[in-house]
């Protein structure tokens, strides 16, 4: 698949134009069976509540670099962006940053069976990194490079899409995938029960490598007992994931967007597991090469959360 394909078919049937603004907020996720797509979900259902009631759609997407490129041409209005891809994409200077979301963590999946316990024993396995166009795969070519893996060194890398990558593995035809995702995730729990599985370790010298050159990134753990099998808490490394805001967000619609997830961040941690653990501190804090957009900065300086910035730094989209 293409990585627009799936928002090119849109605009065929008529769904999503440039020229002609949709009623709703789009928002871009990622695959059907990853976190981005039910967060998005959530994030729409809270909108379309009171007081704001800011109806949206929820749109399947091929990833990060994808939303990116999609909110850039007009396509979308929202987008959920690892805060890496953010970084090492250079988009348009018309996108903003409205705040973090979850955090995500760079999960490699096996069979129990397959004889993989560490990020060495990969070496001649057939290994998944995603598509193209998604933080799982620019994550992952990353850490392969900290690794000075000559290409060869790993039998076969191949790009199926998030839908597929369980039922292949249990298949026997690839023998790990990499999917970079918060957690529990239904696409590691689909694995689960197909075959039993096992959770890598991403650490080691490599991985110190790795987060010496690339500081966006962060160690984190996936929590025990969240998967059949996996009765221990995993090291490895993460990011969380930010909402994007493309050009047609001026600064009194961030605003609003701002300020009915904020004032509603209860409810909103109640809509999926995933979300659960959202803490205010790290929803506005630095973590993405975007800017913050004016909209909810003006929000967050409102309630005390940042400091006004400095007279000559100050600046404002406005309203077309």
């Given at each position: 698949m293409?990585?627009?394909?799936?928002?090119?078919?849109?605009?065929?049937?008529?769904?999503?134009s440039?020229?002609?603004?949709?009623?709703?907020?789009?928002i871009?996720s990622?695959?059907l069976?990853?976190?981005?797509?039910?967060?998005?979900?959530?994030?729409?259902r809270?909108?379309?509540?009171?007081?704001?009631?800011?109806?949206?759609?929820?749109?399947?997407?091929?990833?990060?670099?994808?939303?990116?490129?999609?909110?850039?041409?007009?396509?979308?209005?929202?987008?959920l962006?690892q805060?890496d891809?953010?970084?090492?994409?250079?988009?348009?200077?018309?996108?903003?940053?409205?705040?973090?979301?979850h955090?995500e963590?760079?999960t490699?999946?096996t069979r129990?069976?397959?004889g993989?316990?560490?990020?060495?024993d990969?070496?001649?396995?057939?290994?998944?990194i995603?598509?193209?166009?998604?933080?799982?795969n620019?994550?992952?070519r990353?850490?392969l490079?900290?690794?000075?893996?000559?290409?060869?060194?790993?039998?076969?890398?191949s790009?199926?899409p998030?839908s597929?990558?369980?039922?292949?593995?249990?298949?026997?035809?690839?023998?790990a995938?990499a999917?970079?995702?918060?957690?529990p995730s239904?696409?590691?729990s689909?694995?689960?029960?197909?075959?039993?599985?096992?959770?890598?370790?991403?650490?080691?010298?490599?991985?110190d490598?790795l987060?010496?050159?690339?500081?966006?990134?962060?160690?984190?753990?996936?929590?025990?007992?969240?998967?059949?099998?996996?009765?221990?808490?995993?090291?490895?490394i993460?990011?969380?994931?930010?909402?994007?805001?493309?050009?047609?967000?001026d600064?009194?619609?961030?605003?609003?967007?701002?300020?009915?997830?904020f004032?509603?961040?209860?409810?909103?941690?109640?809509?999926?597991?995933?979300?659960?653990?959202?803490?205010?501190?790290q929803?506005i804090?630095?973590?993405g090469?975007?800017?913050?957009?004016?909209?909810?900065?003006?929000?967050?300086?409102?309630?005390?959360?940042?400091?006004p910035l400095p007279a000559?730094?100050?600046?404002?989209?406005?309203?077309?």
């Open positions: 293409r990585p627009l394909l799936y928002l090119f078919s849109l605009l065929l049937l008529g769904a999503v440039p020229a002609r603004a949709a009623p709703d907020l789009l871009g990622g695959s069976t990853g976190v981005y797509y039910p967060a998005g979900g959530a994030l729409c809270l909108l379309a509540r009171a007081p704001a009631k800011l109806p949206c759609q929820v749109v399947a997407t091929g990833g990060s670099a994808d939303n990116l490129a999609a909110l850039s041409r007009g396509y979308l209005s929202l987008a962006v805060s891809v953010q970084l090492t994409t250079s988009p348009p200077p018309a996108l903003y940053r409205l705040f973090n979301v955090q963590a760079l490699l999946v129990q069976d397959s993989i316990g560490s990020l060495a990969l070496a001649g396995k057939r290994l998944d995603g598509n193209p166009g998604s933080g799982d620019s994550t992952m990353l850490l490079q900290a690794m000075a893996w000559p290409d060869e060194t790993v039998a076969a890398l790009h199926l998030g597929e990558r369980a039922q292949a593995l249990c298949e026997g035809q690839i023998d995938y999917y970079v995702v918060g957690h239904s696409a590691i689909e694995a689960a029960s197909l075959c039993p599985i096992r959770l890598i370790p991403v650490e080691g010298e490599a991985v490598r987060l010496q050159t690339h500081p966006y990134y962060q160690r984190t753990r996936i929590p025990a007992d969240l998967y059949p099998g996996v009765d221990e808490a995993i090291k490895t993460g990011m969380p994931a930010g909402l994007i805001a493309g050009p047609q967000i600064e009194a619609l961030a605003y609003r967007i701002t300020q009915q997830v004032n509603r961040l209860p409810q909103l941690r109640r809509l999926h597991p995933a979300l659960s653990q959202l803490d205010r501190q929803m804090g630095e973590a090469g975007l800017p913050l957009h004016p909209g909810a900065r003006r929000f967050f300086v409102e309630q005390g959360w940042l400091p000559p730094a100050q600046h404002a989209l406005r309203s077309p």
